[in-house]
């Protein structure tokens, strides 16, 4: 039998202000419209119709990968790749709730909107 992967087994020996941290995403995410939980081994995937965002848990922050029509030229983004012609992973660290900020909820905009 396959494991089951459980959004709270994600934040099991993680930081209070990681789970806050991810508690603040949901709450903008969920502003924008219906979505879905979707726990996976190593992420928590926000789901329209198809992914918008990632979230990988590490001790005291989480790395929110979002999905982007073009990349973004912003400090905050640690890691981009450009997954096709019309596709980018935007990768940033977030670690408190307070980083969940104007930007990061305008690039959560957009990328809920690509994935409807």
Known sequence: MAPVFTVASHFAGRAETVR??????LKAARALG?????????????????????V????????L????A?????PRIRKREQASANRWH?????????DVDREI????KRAYALAG
Not at 34 to 54: C, M, V, W, Y
Not at 56 to 63: E, H, V
């Open 20 to 25: 806050a941290t991810y508690d603040a995403i």
């Open 34 to 54: 219906p979505l879905e939980e979707d726990p996976k081994k190593t992420s928590i995937h926000l789901n329209r119709q198809t992914a918008f965002a990632g």
């Open 56 to 63: 990988a848990t590490r001790k005291a922050s989480l790395i």
């Open 65 to 68: 990968t979002l999905k982007s």
């Open 70 to 74: 073009t990349d973004v030229a912003s």
């Open 90 to 98: 935007l990768e940033m660290e977030l670690a408190a709730p307070k």
């Open 105 to 108: 909820k305008a690039w959560l």
